[in-house]
């Protein structure tokens, strides 16, 4: 019997300690692939921390080890928002050191001044942009470059399909923006991103 109860507390023991080790990593990320494409994530409104995208036939998705996977910032001068994506060019999310393929997406887009703060995103639910519009900017980073300016989008669109709100009794807790995007631009040959969709998790130290 004591036998027993030691199996029993023992299992107790590691349930928990496992628990308490994955807390971090379900707070990162959570990927779920999608059942047509395991090298995307399924689109998912739950705030998994996870995004991804086909870029002329290869990948850009979160990283495994990508500690902050989105952030915005708000520039009160300009009235803009801009939305950063860091992930890395590749299907193998477990790049640790390989600086070469570290990725990052920039969408800079005009808003109204009432989203310049993490308590208004909401109201960026159910928007969609044009990303032909030559008032929107969009910049990819790759390795150690500067961030290249696309100039050429000949279309596309980024859609903010949902943005909720969450409090934990009754104090703000993070918003969930979750939606898609695709766009298609000449950079000396035809490009396409395409597939694209995130599902974010924003807290206020990913917003400024």
């Keep these: 019997m004591k036998k027993l109860l030691s199996i029993f507390w023992l299992a ?3 349930v928990f300690f496992a628990c308490e080790s ?3 990593d379900v707070d990162r990320s959570i990927w779920i692939a999608d059942p047509n494409d395991s090298n995307l994530p399924q689109y998912s409104e739950s705030g998994y ?5 086909q870029i002329n036939g290869d990948y850009f998705t979160s990283g495994a080890y990508t500690n902050t996977p989105c952030y915005f910032v708000w520039n009160d001068t300009t009235k803009s928002l801009k939305m950063v994506l860091n992930g890395y060019n590749s299907s193998y999310r477990y790049y640790r050191y390989d600086d070469n393929r570290d990725m990052s997406l920039t969408i800079i887009i005009p808003c109204d001044a009432t989203i310049n703060c993490i308590d208004n995103l909401y109201l960026l639910d159910g928007k969609s942009f044009d990303l032909s519009d030559t008032q929107i900017k969009v910049e990819i980073k790759r390795g150690d470059n500067l961030a290249e300016t696309i100039p050429n989008i000949r279309s596309g669109k980024f859609t903010f399909k949902r943005v909720q709100m969450m409090y934990i009794d009754d ?3 993070e918003a969930i923006v979750s939606g898609t995007f695709d766009f298609h631009y000449f950079d ?3 490009c396409n991103i395409s597939k694209g969709r995130f599902d974010l998790g924003i807290n206020e130290n990913l917003f400024w």
Excluded at 49 to 53: E, L, P
């Design 171 to 173: 104090e703000f807790y």
């Design 12 to 14: 107790i023991a590691v």
């Design 188 to 190: 000396g040959t035809p």
């Design 49 to 53: 921390n996870t995004f991804g995208a």
């Design 22 to 24: 994955d807390d971090y």
